[in-house]
Nanobody, 119 residues
Framework: HVQLVESGGGSVQAGGSLKLSCARY????????MGWFRQAPGKEREGVAR????????YYSDSVKGRFTISQDNAKNTVYLQMNSLKPEDTAMYYC?????????????WGQGTQVTVS
């Protein structure tokens, strides 16, 4: 069982930046990915960024490409999401997850979420 603990959410004005963190407790195979998802009220949860565990390969959704950056600190078992040029439509609950690389659909573990509000 893997525990994921997100932090770093908050409120920011449009054009601002936030950095989310996700601390991972428990073993995750290096054939897996760590990802960030988000869910706005009334909308489905969508994947926004993922990175191979212990690796450098990343993938972004079109809606955040060029504005968000996913990274990780392997020594700390922590994944980050740097969000720049934030827009009101980025407002959502953001979730960290462990998932199978190559697909947003195969998630095995979820964090509790952290709220991001852009006004």
């Amino acid at each position: 069982h893997v525990q994921l603990v997100e932090s770093g959410g908050g409120s920011v004005q449009a054009g601002g930046s936030l950095k989310l963190s996700c601390a991972r407790y428990g073993y995750v195979s290096r054939t897996s990915c760590m990802g960030w998802f988000r869910q706005a009220p009334g909308k489905e949860r969508e994947g926004v960024a993922r990175i191979v565990v212990g690796g450098a390969d990343t993938y972004y959704s079109d809606s955040v490409k060029g504005r968000f950056t996913i990274s990780q600190d392997n020594a700390k078992n922590t994944v980050y999401l740097q969000m720049n040029s934030l827009k009101p439509e980025d407002t959502a609950m953001y979730y960290c997850a462990v998932l199978r690389c190559g697909s947003w659909a195969l998630v095995t573990d979820w964090g509790q979420g952290t709220q991001v509000t852009v006004s």
